[in-house]
């Protein structure tokens, strides 16, 4: 008998029915003979919903009103948590709701996007001792004063993870509306492949990357704490895709998938040469993380960050601005990044020079390239982007 954190995303709490479905999963893991620890994500939907309705009534600028933020957007967790606990109890299985801060699962400060910092195991340890099924919310914690604060989107991943880590379990199982990862996003590659077994290294790359399918920060946490993962359908009775830390092919390169990411913010500015390392350093104070930085040894440079820290810049330029360490400034939303996973890349040399020879035979503009040991990274506009990603998959699969 092991502990199986089973997590249950969006789509698979998206209604009632839904939720229905999602306590037979429950049920028949404890009939297997496991423990099972659920963690569940807000209907489908209902988190962004709920940040609209918070932009429409706040710039959201300080931190008192961050604080309200986070209380707001991390009520979605706490109805599906509910919901699914009464829906396991009426089918006879013990089960009993937990918000992030009764595990308590202790997070920083950074509301918006802050860390687990900490999981006390015993309140979940004396719940599964008296066979009683904890039904945690994904995405939330608490912080150090007390507030509740949110793992930034998709975080629900990283909170089943961490627990995972935290109660040794045997398996995170990350239930969601695909069954399992594929070579590309299935809803862009129609003839995308199912992938059986993924090392957990280019999983991780591939996350991070952009693929939607799990929380970076999870796969992160797999590969740092040696658990398994497994991503599987809620809809289907698949096996899904397993992760693996040992690698198949020595030395050799092979490409295990194609991921993309239109989050991405194109920043130009205009300033004199000596003055970009002081315009760096204004973004590393701030925690602005750079994706890339191009031409900075000239007077106009571009810069490569995430759009989702778009207001958080655009205050920061204009500080720049109003201090005369740039002449000037404009943020473009409409670029992209497509990017191949796989060990060993870096190894075949004539790859990247086939890549950039079939985009350019194929009208396709590439703003930078960036290579790893691991992946190969292409910023194109966001015009191109589908038709890069399918170019790319029908080359390389
Ligand atoms: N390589 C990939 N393999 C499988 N799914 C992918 C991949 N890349 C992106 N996706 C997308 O990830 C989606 C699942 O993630 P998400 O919508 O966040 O699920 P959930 O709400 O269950 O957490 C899929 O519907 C699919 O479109
Ligand atoms: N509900 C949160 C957390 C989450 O992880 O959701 P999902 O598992 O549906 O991606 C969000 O929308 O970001």
């Known amino acids: 008998m092991g502990i199986i954190v089973q997590k249950f995303g969006g789509t698979s709490v998206a209604d009632l029915t839904r939720i229905k479905n999602v306590a037979k999963l429950v049920k028949a893991e404890l009939e297997s003979g496991n423990q099972v620890v659920a963690?569940?994500?807000?209907?489908?939907?209902?988190?962004?919903?709920?940040?609209?309705?918070?932009?429409?009534?706040?710039?959201?600028?300080?931190?008192?009103?961050?604080?309200?933020?986070?209380?707001?957007?991390?009520?979605?967790?706490?109805?599906?948590?509910?919901?699914?606990?009464?829906?396991?109890?009426?089918i006879g299985i013990k089960a009993r709701s937990l918000q992030g801060w009764q595990v308590p699962i202790e997070t920083t400060k950074a509301h918006g996007n802050a860390q687990i910092v900490n999981i006390n195991p015993h309140k979940l340890n004396e719940l599964l001792s008296q066979g009683i099924t904890p039904v945690i919310t994904g995405f939330q914690g608490v912080s150090i004063d007390g507030d509740i604060t949110t793992l930034g989107k998709g975080g629900s991943d990283t909170t089943a993870?961490?627990?995972?880590?935290?109660?040794?379990?045997?398996?995170?199982?990350?239930?969601?509306?695909?069954d399992g990862i594929y070579?590309?996003?299935?809803?862009?590659?129609h003839n995308a492949k199912k992938i059986d077994i993924i090392n957990i290294e280019e999983l991780y790359a591939l996350c991070n990357a952009g693929a939607k399918v799990l929380h970076p920060r999870a796969a992160l946490a797999a590969k740092?704490?040696?658990?398994?993962?497994?991503?599987?359908?809620?809809?289907?009775?698949?096996?899904?895709?397993?992760?693996?830390?040992?690698?198949?092919?020595?030395?050799?390169?092979?490409?295990?998938?194609?991921?993309?990411?239109?989050?991405?913010?194109?920043?130009?500015?205009?300033h004199k040469a000596q003055n970009f390392v002081h315009i760096f350093e204004e973004f590393t104070k701030e925690l602005v993380p750079i994706e890339q930085i191009f031409n900075f040894e000239k007077d106009n440079s571009i810069i490569i960050a995430n759009l989702i820290d778009k207001n958080k810049c655009e205050k920061l330029l204009n500080n720049l601005k109003n201090n005369l360490l740039l002449t000037k400034y404009s943020t473009e939303a409409n670029i992209s990044s497509v990017t191949i996973v796989g060990y060993g890349i870096k190894n075949d040399n004539g790859l990247v020079w086939k890549i950039i020879e079939l985009l350019n035979n194929n009208n396709v503009s590439?703003?930078?390239?960036?290579?790893?040991?691991?992946?190969?990274?292409?910023?194109?506009?966001?015009?191109?982007?589908?038709?890069?990603?399918?170019?790319?998959?029908e080359y390389c699969f």
Not at 42 to 54: D, E, H, Y
Not at 67 to 75: G, H, L, N, R, V
Not at 161 to 178: F, G, H
Not at 372 to 387: A, G, P, Q, T, W
Request: proline share 1%; net charge negative; glycine share 4%.
């Open 183 to 189: 070579t590309a996003d299935p809803r862009v590659v």
């Open 39 to 90: 963690v569940v994500s807000a209907m489908a939907g209902a988190t962004n919903s709920l940040i609209t309705q918070c932009a429409e009534l706040s710039r959201l600028d300080g931190i008192t009103s961050l604080q309200e933020y986070d209380a707001a957007i991390a009520s979605g967790e706490i109805v599906t948590s509910a919901l699914l606990a009464l829906q396991l109890q009426s």
């Open 161 to 178: 993870a961490i627990i995972s880590a935290s109660l040794n379990a045997e398996r995170c199982d990350i239930y969601t509306d695909v």
């Open 366 to 393: 590439i703003l930078s390239t960036d290579l790893s040991d691991i992946k190969m990274s292409f910023i194109v506009n966001d015009r191109d982007n589908e038709k890069v990603i399918k170019l790319l998959h």
């Open 224 to 270: 740092r704490y040696g658990f398994k993962l497994r991503i599987l359908s809620s809809f289907t009775n698949l096996d899904g895709t397993t992760t693996k830390s040992e690698i198949n092919n020595m030395e050799n390169r092979q490409i295990t998938a194609i991921t993309s990411n239109k989050n991405l913010l194109k920043i130009e500015i205009e």
